[in-house]
């Protein structure tokens, strides 16, 4: 079940550096956005952005038009929080990205790391990619991590699908090309060892 109860619930009972996602900075994510969209007034969403420093460091290499979404208040109000006075140079969204609606704002990079391979029912991967198509502008990227081939078969008590590229990108459907993808290794606070795909696609025009 993807309730705000649910992530409220752990953001409240973890601290920022326990949970098992959790990384000083989300290196990859970075170097990849920032290649991807080296203009600076490019418009970014991070979509389950959570905790996660990526809005900061973002904020911090000049990025302008930035957008976070979470499911869970908590997390959003905590992040905020530690932005102090930039947070209001970004746009937050607080709800389910399955039935959120970003109106008419589009975005030039969609990122999300580990909040899709949470989406185990199929008709919520459908809303997840229609939310794509309509928010991301036609030529704009998509940079996905999930949970790899032999990454966890569960995250937080909660099920997850675990992608290789081409299950991924089938995901996606036409109109999506793939650009790259690579593996990467998270290290989890607790000591242990996570396997997570990155892909990135590009949405045609
Ligand atoms: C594993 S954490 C990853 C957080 C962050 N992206 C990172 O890499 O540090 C998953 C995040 O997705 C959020 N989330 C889960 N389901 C969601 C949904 N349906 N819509 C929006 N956010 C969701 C959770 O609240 C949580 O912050």
Same mark, same amino acid.
């Given at each position: ?16 550096d ?21 203009d ?11 905790e ?14 930035l ?6 208040a908590?997390?959003? #109000? ?10 209001q140079? !970004? ?16 975005? #030039?990079?969609w990122?999300?790391?580990? !909040?899709?391979?949470f989406?185990?029912d199929?008709?919520?991967r459908?809303?997840? !990619?229609?939310? !794509? ?5 036609p ?10 081939p ?10 997850v699908?675990?992608? #290789? #590229? ?40």
């Amino acid at each position: 079940m993807q309730t705000s109860e649910y992530w409220d619930n752990i953001y409240r009972s973890k601290r920022f550096d326990a949970v098992s996602w959790y990384a000083p900075h989300l290196g990859e994510s970075l170097r990849l956005i920032e290649q991807l969209c080296p203009d600076k007034t490019g418009a970014i969403a991070d979509i389950g952005g959570g905790e996660s420093t990526l809005v900061d460091d973002l904020l911090s290499r000049g990025y302008e038009d930035l957008a976070v979404l979470d499911i869970s208040a908590a997390a959003i #109000d905590f992040t905020r929080h530690r932005l102090g006075p930039n947070a209001q140079r !970004v746009r937050w969204h607080v709800g389910d990205v399955t039935q959120h609606d970003f109106g008419s704002k589009q975005f #030039d990079v969609w990122h999300d790391r580990a !909040v899709f391979h949470f989406l185990t029912d199929a008709a919520a991967r459908q809303a997840y !990619v229609n939310l !794509v198509r309509a928010a991301v502008k036609p030529g704009g990227y998509v940079l996905m991590a999930t949970f790899g081939p032999d990454g966890p078969a569960k995250c937080s008590g909660l099920d997850v699908v675990r992608y #290789d #590229d081409q299950r991924l990108h089938g995901e996606f459907g036409h109109g999506f090309e793939m650009l790259g993808r690579q593996m990467a290794e998270h290290h989890t606070p607790m000591g242990t060892s996570q396997q997570f795909l990155y892909c990135w696609f590009r949405l045609n025009d």
